[in-house]
């Protein structure tokens, strides 16, 4: 049995308990060193550093959200970590906007340099990145072969940001195109954030009074579908597979309580660091994008319940579809938003089953990606039976981690499979939830991309 079995949860269990730590400072109790710094162009980091350092640095990226430094994805787990012997630095990205991408890994680096010079050395780095900041991890993978071991991506939003901003519109087209035909919601090029928040608030209430009809729900099926809008919310299992209006209940409820509300500002904070917009969708044969799906035998389903015509309204969606991008917008963010899949070191990603924020079969497009870039060697992948974004316990992740430390080690991937990583998460004090699952293909993605973007 591998050393990353053998680890014991008597530390771990003890560890969650022990420290009371406030919220920007997770290893205030529990290190020997608090470091934090301002690089030149703005960007802040903050770093701690154990008494029993055990030669390891994660270098964290977080994900969307304020540019605030951080070195953790949450307290728990940097607790575990840093009683562990790791050493954490994480900076805040220099923005300005809050898609922070084109300085983040940037950043990072250079985050890692301020840290070097105050503790030398490491015996060895690991990348590691939450949901946009797994887009960060993941970049630096195939950038940071002379700084990095590996990467551990968790939730990582790695099909990038022009597969993110095309699928995102579509399901938001035909949100406002089937529920508001007369009152359409702008969807691209907004002027502000408030303009933004406000095509947001718009989107929500569409889809919360159409849940009181069967043609609303038919057609917020449809654009959930398109959004790749996992059908499981609550509950510790997902609806049926036959549970139609159970699934299409609870992608309401994400689309409506936060999904919506989030994913539409945070278009804005995209454009402006792309300068301008751009997804589109005219010339996308909704029917074909729909029959690619894996939620299509949901959607049909409910619209024969409701009596309506659903190649109808996938017929008017493509008819009526005319958002174009723009060419600048295309090459900044394919320059600073894509991954290539050209992978320099060994990488780990994890993901939940049920993310509605970065949909798991965003990993279905990335490994394709690494597999035309002939370095699927270095990637290996596992997921989480679970709902939510990022909604891993600490002992799932920290075994992810050692699994990798194995990799680095050996040059062998360790035994991956479920049974492997469970017994793993369970012997650091609570039960995985690995399970054996291949992610379907990303609805709504390749839209016309070159097949590796060059940065």
């Known amino acids: 049995m591998s050393r990353w079995f053998r680890r014991t949860g008597a530390l771990f269990a003890a560890t969650l308990t022990a420290f009371g730590l406030t919220a920007g400072s997770p290893a205030q109790a529990a290190t020997a060193a608090h470091y934090t710094g301002q690089l030149p162009d703005g960007a802040s980091w903050v770093a701690d550093v154990p008494a029993s350092w055990n030669g390891t640095v994660i270098l964290y990226s977080h994900?969307?959200?304020?540019?605030?430094?951080q070195n953790a994805p949450d307290q728990p787990t940097a607790q575990a970590l840093l009683a562990d012997g790791y050493a954490l630095i994480g900076s805040s990205y220099s923005g300005p906007s809050l898609w922070a991408l084109a300085a983040a890994p940037r950043?990072?680096?250079?985050?890692?340099?301020?840290?070097?010079?105050?503790?030398?050395?490491?015996?060895?780095?690991?990348a590691w990145g939450t949901s946009m900041g797994g887009l960060v991890s993941a970049l630096e993978a195939e950038s940071g072969a002379r700084r990095l071991d590996g990467a551990l991506t968790t939730c990582g939003l790695v099909a990038g940001a022009l597969n993110l901003n095309d699928y995102q519109l579509d399901g938001e087209y035909a949100l406002s195109r089937l529920l508001a035909p007369a009152q359409p919601v702008k969807l691209v090029r907004y002027a502000s954030a408030d303009e933004a928040n406000a095509a947001g608030a718009a989107l929500t209430k569409l889809v919360t009074d159409a849940q009181g009809s069967a043609a609303g729900r038919a057609r917020v099926a449809l654009g959930a579908a398109l959004l790749n809008t996992p059908p499981w919310?609550?509950?510790?299992?997902?609806?049926?597979?036959?549970?139609?209006?159970?699934q299409e209940a609870q992608q309401q409820q994400a689309l409506a309580q936060f999904v919506l509300g989030f994913v539409v500002p945070?278009?804005?904070?995209?454009?402006?660091?792309?300068g301008g917009n751009s997804a589109s969708n005219r010339g996308v044969d909704y029917r074909a994008l729909l029959a690619g799906s894996p939620l299509a035998r949901q959607v049909r389903a409910l619209y024969r319940a409701a009596g309506l015509d659903l190649d109808a309204?996938?017929?008017?969606?493509?008819?009526?579809?005319?958002?174009?991008?723009?060419?600048?917008?295309?090459?900044?963010?394919?320059?600073?938003s894509q991954a290539t899949g050209r992978l320099r070191v060994p990488s780990l990603n994890v993901h939940t089953t049920a993310d509605h924020l970065v949909p798991v079969e965003q990993e279905?497009?990335?490994?394709?990606?690494?597999?035309?870039?002939?370095?699927?060697?270095?990637?290996?992948?596992?997921?989480?039976?679970?709902?939510?974004?990022c909604a891993f316990?600490?002992?799932?992740?920290?075994?992810?981690?050692?699994?990798?430390?194995?990799?680095?080690?050996?040059?062998?991937?360790?035994d991956l499979r479920a049974a492997s990583l469970n017994a793993a998460a369970a012997a650091l004090g609570e039960p995985g939830r690995y399970i054996r699952y291949h992610p379907a293909p990303l609805t709504g993605s390749d839209r016309g991309r070159p097949p590796l973007a060059s940065r």
């Open 63 to 69: 994900g969307f959200g304020p540019l605030v430094a």
């Open 107 to 126: 950043d990072q680096f250079a985050s890692l340099d301020e840290l070097v010079r105050k503790i030398g050395e490491p015996r060895r780095t690991i």
């Open 233 to 246: 919310l609550t509950g510790d299992a997902p609806p049926g597979p036959a549970d139609y209006a159970g």
């Open 266 to 274: 945070g278009r804005y904070q995209i454009e402006l660091a792309a």
């Open 313 to 336: 309204d996938l017929a008017d969606l493509t008819r009526h579809a005319d958002v174009t991008p723009d060419p600048r917008a295309v090459a900044t963010l394919a320059r600073t």
């Open 364 to 389: 279905s497009w990335y490994a394709q990606r690494v597999r035309s870039a002939g370095r699927e060697p270095l990637l290996r992948q596992a997921y989480v039976q679970a709902a939510g974004h």
């Open 393 to 414: 316990r600490p002992s799932e992740t920290l075994a992810a981690l050692h699994a990798l430390e194995s990799r680095i080690e050996t040059g062998r991937w360790p």
